[in-house]
């Protein structure tokens, strides 16, 4: 579906109706037989309003900190004051606003995402779950619903740098951190100030274990499982966990005519039966871990020169923390007996390990029963890429709501998410939010 049939198709659902309580059922969220609904013309226009903003021939360069960074994140302010929000900012940048609770006393649910993009991508991921967290709120408001617990709406900053914000929000960003450079040339540091917020309080961005009810966030898939299965909305059981890992491999570089093949240190033919072996030692295992080499660099890749170096890096990702320590073992196995068999040496340093982040099965009930309630077939799926929801599960309990990606495309210009869709999860997380007041 192209962005104009994605235009008409948002006009189009400004004639579903909503349900709507009465002003004498304010304070009766529990009284509510049916479910909820979110303008979705609304969402959905929003959606095809902020596809213009940071579009280049290439895609969405909203990238963290540039320009069209700071003009997304106007929009986005735009829409908090619209819903009647009064959007503020912590010291770490991210953007918040807050329904008040009727009771005091109860902790705040969080619900949101971001708005920044990875370099020429798409404009569903991250909007989708900010905007959408926004139409939640704003229709708690039009519709007169007011929540026990208060509900806070928040947008992170630089998403896709790293989860720089939400790992600000649990006090988890250090002081190297902050030097490292951005897509847009600025360093965390400079971004920061950039968007308003203030390095020397980063303190007071966080949030203590204990601090929140809860977190949710609505996202699209990036992924074709929902599509091909013909399901509407996926309850996320849990973030994956990741390990990243530094290949070097040595042999000898020499005369590509003159050296026989029985006398090689070919270091790029071990690179390539390692790419192999690492392939099908992950295939060979029942479940969902998977592994990429992503980057080689071949050295000193010469045409009539035999490769005397390699180096490469490795991706592994399993919701399953025993799983991704088999494989890490298994890898190490792997570069010693390849190195052995082409008289090379394996050099392998892991450099990035993160823990799989694992759904809170009350939040995971809540999203399934809103689903169920509004008719919407579901099934369980882990999340293969990173978000701001693995970091505040550190400190909350955490589910997210996935809907459909069309072909199963995301950091893309071609990434897209059907209107009805859009509007499907944000039911989902309107109707999840009012089973965790309950709750």
Known sequence: MKRRTFLRSSAALAAVPLLRTTPGAASAVGATQAPLRVNGARLNGWLAKFDS?????????????????????????????????????????????????????LKPILIGSHV?????????????????????ARSLREQ???????????????????????????????????????????????????VGGN????????????DLACYMELHIE??????????????????????????????????????????????????????????EAVRSVPGRTVATIGRMVVSPNTTNVIPGQVVLTVDLRDLDSAKIAHFTDRFGQLGQEIGTATKTTFDIKQNVDTAPAISDPQVMAWIDGAAAALGFTRQRMPSGAGHDAQEMSRIAPMAMIFVPSVGGISHSPKEFTKPQDVVNGADVLLNAVIAADKG
């Open 53 to 105: 903003v940071g579009r280049t021939p290439t895609g969405i360069n909203r990238v963290a900190y540039s320009d069209a960074d700071l003009a997304g994140r106007a929009f986005t302010l735009d829409l908090f004051r619209e819903a009647g929000l009064n959007p503020r900012l912590d010291t770490a940048g991210n953007i918040l606003g807050r329904l008040d609770g009727t009771d005091r006393t």
């Open 116 to 136: 920044d993009s990875v370099t020429d991508g798409g404009n569903f991921d991250g909007p989708l779950g900010s905007f959408g967290a926004i139409e939640v």
């Open 144 to 194: 007169n619903v007011r929540l026990r617990h208060p509900l806070e709406v928040v947008v992170w900053t630089n998403e896709e740098g790293g989860t720089v914000g939400s790992r600000s929000a649990i006090g988890r960003i250090t002081s190297a951190d902050l030097e490292k450079v951005a897509r847009s040339g600025k360093t965390i540091r400079e971004g920061i100030g950039i």
């Open 199 to 210: 390095v020397e309080r980063l303190s007071e961005a966080v949030r203590q274990k204990g």
């Open 222 to 279: 990036q992924g074709g499982l929902l599509e091909k299965a013909g399901l509407q909305i996926g309850v996320v059981e849990g973030i994956v966990g990741l390990r990243w890992f530094e290949v070097t491999i040595t042999g000898f570089a020499n005369h590509a005519g003159t050296t026989p093949m029985d006398q090689r240190q070919d270091a790029m033919l071990a690179a390539a039966k390692f790419a192999v072996a690492v392939n």
